[in-house]
């Protein structure tokens, strides 16, 4: 689990080596899938992948991330936010994916 986090805080700044960017990216979402899946419930899958859709979300939104990064972030954050959208348990799960989506597509571009 600490190399996950160890990743997240890599994905959310990036590094100015875009192939090392795009194997981080796939690493990190190989593990959140690999996470989810050792996980037995459906709500333990779905929060491991809201998680990550935020962190992507974050990234894609912070301007003092290079814009290739941010660049892709955005091209996978689809990824994770289908499979969140697979495990949502109840209502409260469908609502908290639709404020996400509702705050993606209400924000104010940012110079991607």
């Known amino acids: 689990m600490s190399s996950i986090r160890n990743a997240v805080q890599h994905v959310r700044f990036g590094y100015n080596d875009n192939e090392l960017n795009s194997t ?3 690493n990190y979402l190989d593990g ?3 996470v989810a899946n050792l ?4 709500k333990d899958k ?6 990550a859709v935020e962190v992507l979300y974050e990234t894609l939104c912070d301007p003092q991330v ?3 990064w941010r660049h892709s972030c955005l091209e996978h954050l ?7 959208e697979r495990y949502a348990c109840n209502e409260s799960d469908r609502i ?3 404020r996400i989506k509702i705050d993606m597509n209400t924000r104010e571009p940012v110079d991607l």
């Open 32 to 34: 959140v899938t690999f």
């Open 39 to 42: 996980l037995p419930s459906d």
């Open 78 to 84: 689809y990824k994770p936010l289908l499979k969140a």
């Open 24 to 26: 981080l990216l796939r």
């Open 46 to 51: 779905f929060s491991i992948y809201k998680n």
């Open 96 to 98: 908290a994916l639709a």
């Open 66 to 68: 290079s814009q290739q």
